[in-house]
């Protein structure tokens, strides 16, 4: 068959696999790329005010390739891309739905599933897979859990999603009419994530995409593409902040908490003590289907808390140590992400346990940075108990001109952990720098001797 020789569009997921081995390369957009594929045969025939300053143009594209025409439909490459920063992909996936303009049905679906058939009663002998007229369609990702994606993710992904039969689907096709003017485009794309936050606009018909063959040596054209763009908002994702940072320093021993109920107490009820019995039950850390938490009793009340202690003042740098805790007994946070904003990451000579990525999403903007667990080591933040922390120390060299731990200076200005704005406690409450006392630096051989140590320590 004609198509089979063709390239199809997990030839170019194929190119990408290779990348997604170098680490991030996956999760990070857009060296990360997030992939569904899904091959729909198609019979018959609200706008985002998301905006996120430190990733403006952060986005998950639903991407349509028409591969062929048929007597009455088409056939589809569906992909999906996450161009999106530092936000991740959560258990338990995505959850695709919109809307068919007409009476269309998805004949076949490979590498993904609806939810519900709906009614295909008119149809005798061989049935749709889907006659709903807003399916919905999940496991874009059959099979592969999320902890696993990171080392694995795209080949996991795409190739689970191709390898349950593309050729089955393709052979299916004939060579039938072509009508790129009498399509009509799906409408009313929604997309859910872990919870809500996703608007999706409208389809909007791009240039096709080109894809290579298999042996790499010649183009080939979708029949026709069609894009659909989703943005995020935290503020239609939920009312409260999902995470706090509280602040100390080493010149003041008064410690600035989160603030109370930085995350709502609406869930104060149902909180459970650390020192409760209930935890030595079984199934308690179960998450649930709806991912409902069960924290931890706080004054907070937050799933995440951000803590930043400014540990030490050398002479040309000063040592800042940042510890993540989580308070929810029910989530495992694997591919966390924690951004930070601070004047002084212009200047970040040395992070210890995490690693680290400057974020540039202006060229004016160079005070912001990600951290992210090192795989293997703290890339998993495990549930709420005694395991339920990350933690890490950055060396900064100081700027002359602007380095003071005066009035707050050396504390972040704002902190978001997986994509979401974190709480800081009110303005002109940070650990006062005392007036007597003058934060001495210390010697630079104290500094490689604990450099030396934390290597130490890590490896
Ligand atoms: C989606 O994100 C990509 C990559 O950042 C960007 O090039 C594109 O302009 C974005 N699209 C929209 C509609 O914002
Ligand atoms: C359509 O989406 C793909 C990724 O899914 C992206 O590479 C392409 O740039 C998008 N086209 C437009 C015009 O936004
Ligand atoms: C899409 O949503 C709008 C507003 O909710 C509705 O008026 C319209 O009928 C929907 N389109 C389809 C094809 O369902
Ligand atoms: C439709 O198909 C014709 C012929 O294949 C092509 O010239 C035209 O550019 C296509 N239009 C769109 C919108 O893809
Ligand atoms: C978190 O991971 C650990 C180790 O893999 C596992 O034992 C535990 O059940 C997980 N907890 C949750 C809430 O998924
Ligand atoms: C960082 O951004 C500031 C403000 O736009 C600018 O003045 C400064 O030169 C930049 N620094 C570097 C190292 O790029
Ligand atoms: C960052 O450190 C370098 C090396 O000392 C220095 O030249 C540069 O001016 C510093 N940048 C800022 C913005 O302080
Ligand atoms: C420490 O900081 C607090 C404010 O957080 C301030 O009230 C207190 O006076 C400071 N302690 C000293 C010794 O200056």
């Known amino acids: 068959m004609e198509f089979k020789n063709q390239a199809n569009p997990a030839q170019e997921n194929l190119q990408e696999t290779k990348e997604c081995y170098q680490r991030w390369r996956c999760y990070l957009v857009p060296e990360l790329k997030f992939n569904l594929l899904a091959v729909l045969y198609v019979m018959m025939f609200s706008h985002a005010v998301a905006y996120d300053p430190l990733d403006p143009t952060g986005n998950i594209t639903i991407k349509w390739d028409v591969m062929s025409w048929t007597a009455d439909g088409y056939v589809a490459a569906v992909t999906m891309n996450n161009f999106q920063m530092y936000r991740g992909i959560m258990s338990p996936g995505w959850t695709l739905g919109w809307n068919w303009a007409k009476k269309e049905v998805i004949w076949t679906m490979v590498g993904s599933q609806t939810t519900e058939q709906g009614d295909c009663s008119k149809f005798k002998g061989s049935v749709p897979h889907c006659c709903k007229r807003n399916p919905t369609v999940v496991d874009l990702l059959p099979g592969v859990p999320y902890n696993q994606q990171f080392s694995n993710c795209c080949k996991g992904g795409v190739l689970s999603g191709w390898a349950q039969d593309p050729s089955g689907s393709v052979s299916a096709v004939g060579v039938a009419g072509t009508s790129n003017k009498t399509v009509k485009l799906p409408k009313n794309f929604t997309l859910l994530g872990p919870g809500p936050g996703y608007t999706c606009g409208p389809a909007k018909i791009v240039p096709s995409t080109v894809f290579l063959t298999t042996d790499r040596r010649r ?6 593409t069609w894009n659909v763009t989703c943005t995020y908002s935290q503020f239609l994702a939920s009312k409260n902040p999902s995470c706090c940072v509280s602040f100390s320093s080493f010149y003041n021993d008064s410690i600035t908490p ?4 930085a995350c709502g107490c609406q869930n104060k009820k ?6 409760s019995k209930l935890l030595h039950r079984a199934g308690i850390n179960t998450p649930k289907k709806d991912n409902t938490p069960l924290l931890q009793c706080t004054h907070h009340m937050c799933p995440i808390r951000v803590h930043w202690h ?5 002479k040309d740098y000063w040592r800042v140590k940042v510890a993540i805790t989580n308070f929810n007994y029910r989530m495992n946070y694997t591919q966390w992400s924690l951004v930070a904003q601070h004047p ?3 200047n970040v000579t040395q992070v210890f346990s995490f690693d680290y990525k400057p974020l540039v999403p202006y060229e004016s903007i160079n ?17 709420a108990g005694p395991q339920g922390n990350v933690q890490s120390e950055l060396l900064m060299q100081k700027n002359k001109d602007t380095f003071t731990f005066k009035n707050g200076w050396a504390f972040p200005r704002k902190v978001y952990f997986n994509g979401d704005e974190c709480k800081l406690p009110p303005p002109d409450t940070y650990p006062f720098l005392p007036n007597s006392a003058y934060a001495k630096p210390v010697a630079i051989s104290t500094l490689a001797a604990s450099l030396f ?3 130490l320590a890590i490896w």
């Open 367 to 383: 005070d912001t940075g990600m951290f992210y667990g090192m795989k293997y080591y703290n890339d998993l933040l495990m549930e």
């Open 270 to 275: 149902n909180c459970i003590r650390s020192d």
């Open 219 to 224: 183009k080939t054209q979708a029949l026709m």
């Open 344 to 346: 002084n990451l212009n």
């Open 310 to 314: 400014v540990k030490l003042n050398y």
């Open 258 to 261: 989160c603030p109370s109920c």
């Open 453 to 455: 140590l934390l290597v």
